[in-house]
């Protein structure tokens, strides 16, 4: 709880930052780029005339530290979203599928593509040591499963897939994919129609199924961005400490629903009179912070408003029920212009 002349400067943090909501998106388009160029890579380096003036102890050198890249931008990715206060993922729910709500099918496949690569990197370890290499070969093709958990992770639950740029390296990875396993699959038949025209004729009708699904049924719907206009459900505490003159009331919390934000607020009143209040509502994910005072009090609620940095006003009415104690019940925070 702050002291009377914390609250009267306006001394009121509330540490939220979108750099690590960035990094965490960053990361695992990232991670997913490498995953497909070295998929691509394992793909080609069966063919040797088309890598015939590669030796093959470099091919494999490169094909193994890209492994281990995509393994660091995918720590990355995991460790940036276990503390993004935007999506707050508990540890469980980061390493158990189907845990958390959050679009839980699709972060599920993340998961599982994620636990199979750790397999896939402890079988590299042990292939020149304990493992037979068949029983190596055939774990080896687990990354095929990978990548394409990883595909369908990020076409469901990135918040960026329907972004022109991201949509582009989706559908050239899946079309580089499909028509080099379609190539790999039928290459021993070089003189065949089937070795010309199935590899395109794949990789086409990938594209088509990534901008069918991309468009349509897994098309990203965002929630506001510091919407001007929003309810939400409020949950949070309110203490007190009641002096013999004035006392102290802090209320901190979260609004969740249309729109994110985390607010505080912090009153110095005195017998029927508000003395000074702090007030303060901060956006999430941007960060964005609008501060103000408390203009009204109520039994169960306050109103009040509030000034971003470019001047935008907002104005703010919370309100809860009598629960007994300190922490809110069946709360509810709206604002508008």
Known sequence: MLAPEHAADGGVHLTSS????????????????????????GLSMSGRKTLKRWPRFALEDIHRFGGLLVGAFVAIHIATIAIDSYLPFSPASLAIPL?????????????????????LAISNHYRDRQLPYRLWRRAHYLNFLVWAAATLHGLGSGTDRNAAWLLALYTLAVATVSGLTVWRLTRRHETTWLTRAAPPATAAAAVAMILTLSLGPLAFRPKPWNATQFSDTLTGQVLRDNGVTRGIISLAGSGDGQQRVLVRADLLIAPRQLISTVFQMEYLPSGLVCRGRVT?????????????????????????????????SGGTISAHA
């Open 99 to 119: 845990l958390d709500r959050y679009r839980p099918a699709w972060v599920a496949l993340g998961i599982v593509a994620t636990e199979l690569l750790l397999a």
């Open 18 to 41: 979108p750099l690590d909501w960035y990094a965490a998106r960053a990361g695992g388009v990232v991670a997913y780029l490498l995953l497909s160029a070295v998929v691509c890579l």
């Open 296 to 328: 009204r009090v109520h039994d169960y609620g306050f109103e009040a408003t509030c000034q971003t940095p470019t001047g935008a006003r907002r104005f703010v009415h919370a309100a809860w029920q009598p629960s007994g104690g300190a922490k809110l």
